[in-house]
């Protein structure tokens, strides 16, 4: 058959570094360290931490395997492995999950391109209290000027990435802001950890309050190792296609994952030192790194650089990011609907930027408006992170250990990583084991859970 080649990752560090590009995001440096704050802090990293070794790393070997295999996007990749009608339907909603996320995702990211002239313009050095710094931010997100349009610059930005393809894109993109991303991340770990009171920070982080643990803070640590993995939507599927059978699965996968926790806890050492080194409140919500950071920026010696390099760095993130739940999106368009990959980028980018408008208007005009009790913007994160990427992860493992067959699933696993699997052949069985019982029956249990609170 007369087929294009499908491009492929120009080298082995070009794929992991993709891949921790999109699993390193809002959600280590925004997400984790606002929800650890308002979930009691160590209790609830241990909790999370659990849910990342027990089943986000099994599932993450499942689902960049099934790309792999498959070499396709995540749709494609179901149809190319059954016959059935139904398997296709998870990759689909994958693809939803993408446009869910996407649209406050980019409101969140575009609140950090904010960020980057607000400190510029030397800003922060104006709200050097707590009370006036979070006034300012939401005198910001209340601006729906400002809110919308700096979600459309970084929505642009991303579609520009994603439109450059793969090699030229995508990777190129991670391999030099990637690394960046780290340097200015440890200038901040330092800068947190050699405030004075840091050491309250790091006893919130380290040790654990058990009473604070309920149903409720171990669906979010489900939810956030799926979300912070890019996990359960496509992504890791859709970046694994465009591997070969010659790269060692198991290996990306706990390097993705490695840097992945590695940045998040980074960030929450960043975050908490400063936080309580000003006495400010670790459950500061969704604004916390808005509001508290400036103000620990206004106070230290050169805080003007530093506030700029903070955001930017997380501009960053946040694109290495959406470039890959957008890529979900246009890799299906392009594969399986036959759009050209700047037709797809165009309208879909759009389209996404569209859905982003009710969740910037969350903050402003639309605040008063709850479905379910949330938000629009509360709806989106919490349907991504609490149900469609779960039960994708669910499915998943489901797919591979009950309907595509073990036998398939490990002589394809095996590919790459033979010299790994003949020094430890346990490892495969316990692959199994996690993918067929027991990331099934947790995530099972976690969303039963979540249906109950949707009830309510
Ligand atoms: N993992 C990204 C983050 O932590 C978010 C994301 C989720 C990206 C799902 C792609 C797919 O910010």
Known sequence: MAEFKREHWGSKIGFILAAAGSAIGLGNIWKFPYIAGENGGAAFIFVYLICIALIGLPVLMGEILLGRTSQKNPVGAFRAL?????????????????FTILSFYSVVAGWATGYITEAVMNNFSLYNETASSGEHFNSLVSNPYWIIGYDLLFMAVSMLIVYAGINKGIERGSKILMPMLFVLLLISMMRGLTLDGAQEGIDFLLKPDWSRITGNSVLIAL??????????????????????????????????????????????????????????????????????????????????????????????????????????????????????????????????????????????????????GLTFFDLMDFLASNIFLPLGGLLMSIFIAWRWGLNNAVSAIKKGAESLFNKHPYLINLWIFFLKYLSPILIFLVLLHSAGLLKK
């Open 82 to 98: 059954t016959k059935s009608k139904f398997w296709p339907l998870v990759g689909f909603l994958g693809v939803i999950a993408g």
């Open 223 to 372: 939810g956030h190792a799926f979300f912070t993995l890019s996990l359960g939507m496509g992504a890791m599927m859709t970046y694994g296609s465009y591997m070969s059978e010659k790269d060692n699965i198991p290996n990306a996968a706990l390097q993705i994952v490695f840097l992945d926790t590695l940045i998040a806890m980074m960030a929450g050492v960043a975050i908490f030192t400063s936080v309580f080194a000003t006495g400010l409140d670790p459950a500061g919500g969704p604004g916390l790194i808005f509001q508290t950071l400036p103000v620990v920026f206004s106070k230290m010696p050169g805080g003007y650089i530093f506030a700029i390099f903070f955001f930017l760095l997380l501009t960053i993130a946040a694109l290495t990011s959406a470039i890959s739940l957008l890529e979900v999106v246009v890799s299906y368009f392009v594969d399986e609907k036959g759009y050209a990959r700047h037709k797809a980028v165009l309208i879909f980018g759009g389209l996404a930027f569209a859905v982003s408008v009710p969740s910037a208007l969350s903050f402003n005009y639309m605040a008063d408006i709850k479905i379910a």
